[in-house]
């Protein structure tokens, strides 16, 4: 393990630092004169690499080394592939989730996400139909075999929202809500999971490590963009994270667009870079009558919109030999909107 140090650190403020090192099992050797880059050698634990990243004199864990925490892509790991109902998603398998932002009215549920539950900013803004909606999202999986992802915002609501979803989604919002991370990590379901906007990617992942801690191992990591300086985003795609976790990790990593840009004008674009930048996948909001929509109407793409996309993302992603997973189980005539069937 690679640690560096906080500049100028006394004798004194080092030698517990080393002996904390040394306690845990490892031989310590600086690699600078400065003594700020400090080598660990031997066998790493898991909880050491938090441990020291939390002491005040530690800036970053450069290289974890062999302490692999449970996302770690480590040696020779190949991606993990998670099962959503029919839908295979990371380890070259491209799926996208689409739908409106809330679940609305049962006609249009034809699609795959929509929450019944909606972490609002302002508590005078449309909730979400609670346990209505899940039982929308229940009658339309029932009817058409199509696969649902719905957010789920407190622990209480776990187990009767993974009666229904075949994907629990957990909000930026609730990125740090530990127990709730928890919770699903026991669901025994597909956990979506976003980044907090204002997480760092080393949080986000810490977030993701709660869920794999309890034993589910199905974490898809959605990059949702970053609240920033500027406005002429809702949020800022970060891409550079997007090709990161790609690399160092791995669990499949997708990209939602659509609350990244809060303009459906930029969904395209952004759902293209996120492939391009390593992305397994895309969530969508997408909507009949944008107009009308009770949330987020402003950044919903149109079914038309939708559709010329996905033939987009099929031909980006057959470049480098990946595939865009089929709905074979819907039927077509369920969907009057659509085509074909739509993810
Ligand atoms: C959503 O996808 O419905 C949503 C609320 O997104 P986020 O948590 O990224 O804001
Ligand atoms: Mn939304």
Redesign the pocket.
């Known amino acids: 393990m690679l640690v560096r140090l906080r500049h100028g650190l006394t004798s004194g403020e080092l030698d517990p630092l080393l002996a904390l090192c040394r306690d845990l099992g490892y031989g310590t050797r600086f690699l600078d004169e400065g003594r700020r880059l400090l080598e660990l050698s031997g066998q790493g634990d898991r909880t050491h690499r938090t441990r020291l990243e939390d002491h005040p004199d530690v800036v970053e864990v450069v290289a974890p080394g062999d302490s692999y925490e449970l996302h770690a892509r480590g040696e020779g790991r190949p991606d993990t592939v998670v099962q959503i109902g029919s839908v295979p998603l990371g380890g070259g398998n491209v799926a996208i989730a689409a739908g409106p932002?809330?679940v609305e009215e049962y006609e249009r549920l034809l699609i795959l996400?929509g929450?019944a539950y909606?972490?609002r900013t302002s508590p005078y803004s449309f909730q979400g139909l609670g346990v209505v909606g899940l039982e929308m999202l229940a009658a339309v999986r029932d009817e058409t075999g199509i696969s649902v992802v719905t957010?789920v915002l407190d622990p209480r609501d776990v187990e009767r929202v993974a009666e229904v979803a075949d994907w629990i989604?957990?909000?930026?919002?609730?990125a740090t809500n530990f127990p709730l991370l928890t919770e699903v990590g026991l669901a025994g379901k597909p956990v979506l999971l976003?980044?907090g906007?204002g997480a760092t990617v080393r949080e986000f992942l810490l977030s993701a490590e709660y869920v794999l801690n309890a034993g589910n191992e199905d974490v898809v990591l959605?990059e949702?963009?970053v609240r920033s300086f500027d406005s002429t985003t809702r949020n800022l795609l970060d891409v550079g994270a997007v090709a990161h976790l790609a690399a160092a990790t791995h669990l499949p990593v997708i990209v939602?667009p659509?609350?990244a840009a809060g303009r459906a004008d930029l969904v395209r674009p952004l759902a293209l870079a996120g492939l391009v930048a390593g992305a397994d996948g895309l969530?969508i909001?997408v909507h009949d009558d944008p107009a009308t929509a009770r949330?987020?109407g402003e950044q919903a793409i149109s079914l038309d919109d939708l559709r010329a996309l996905t033939l987009d993302v099929q031909r980006l992603v057959s470049l480098d030999g990946r595939v865009l997973s089929e709905l074979s189980e819907t039927s077509p005539s369920h969907a009057p909107n659509a085509k074909e069937p739509i993810q």
């Open positions: 932002c809330s996400r929450g909606k972490p957010e989604q957990i909000g930026t919002r609730s976003k980044r906007f959605c949702r963009g939602d659509s609350h969530i909001e949330s987020d």
